[in-house]
């Protein structure tokens, strides 16, 4: 399958997606972590339109997401940069849907769940794929099954959360699961 990860500059989900033999790449505005000739540096809305079997998405959270509430929540000082980040969204799932034929896009609890045009979020988390973590995320769906867990495991860390404010700290927060994304390309490859 041809398969897109939109948004995603470390390279652990079009890994595991190329590692099951898939014709995986990465967008995103950043430089690849990792191997820059699987990844397409810029927009995504280009490269989206390209065609794709799949289309996993990862958009900026920032302002989407619960955690950032006390700066883009309604009456805060950012709520504009909440709606515009609301807006830009909902154009990428519509563009992925017109240009794949199956689509997920992923972000933690937030604003997301409300967005008109968008299926109801399956929730997972770390722990159910091997990594004894928490951190809530949803999984919008498009032609595609729930992703079902492959290793629950115990302890409930909350390493995310708990991160001490730093220059990288965002990227750190963002990165994918190495166990979620296994189990995205064992599932639905």
């Not at 805060?76 to 609301?86: G, Q």
Request: positive net charge.
């Amino acid at each position: 399958m041809r398969v897109l990860v939109a948004c995603e500059y470390s390279g652990v989900v079009r890994r595991a997606f190329r590692d099951k033999g898939h014709d995986a790449w990465s967008n995103d505005l950043l430089d690849a972590e990792d191997s820059p000739e699987y990844h397409f540096k810029g927009d995504c809305f280009g490269v989206i339109r390209l065609g794709w079997d799949i289309i996993i998405m990862h958009p900026p959270c920032t302002a989407l997401a619960v955690s950032g509430n006390r700066w883009y929540g309604t009456g805060m000082p950012m709520f504009d940069k909440r709606l515009e980040a609301t807006a830009w969204t909902q154009r990428l799932w519509q563009v992925a849907k017109e240009n794949a034929d199956k689509v997920c896009m992923e972000n933690p609890v937030g604003v997301l769940n409300k967005v008109e045009g968008l299926p109801k979020p399956q929730y997972i988390q770390p722990w159910q794929f091997g990594h004894g973590e928490t951190k809530k995320t949803g999984l919008w769906l498009h032609s595609l099954p729930y992703l079902i867990p492959t290793n629950i495991v115990e302890g409930r860390e909350q390493r995310v959360w708990k991160m001490p404010p730093s220059e990288n700290r965002w990227k750190e927060r963002s990165r994918t699961y190495e166990g979620i994304a296994a189990a995205m390309a064992a599932q639905w490859g």
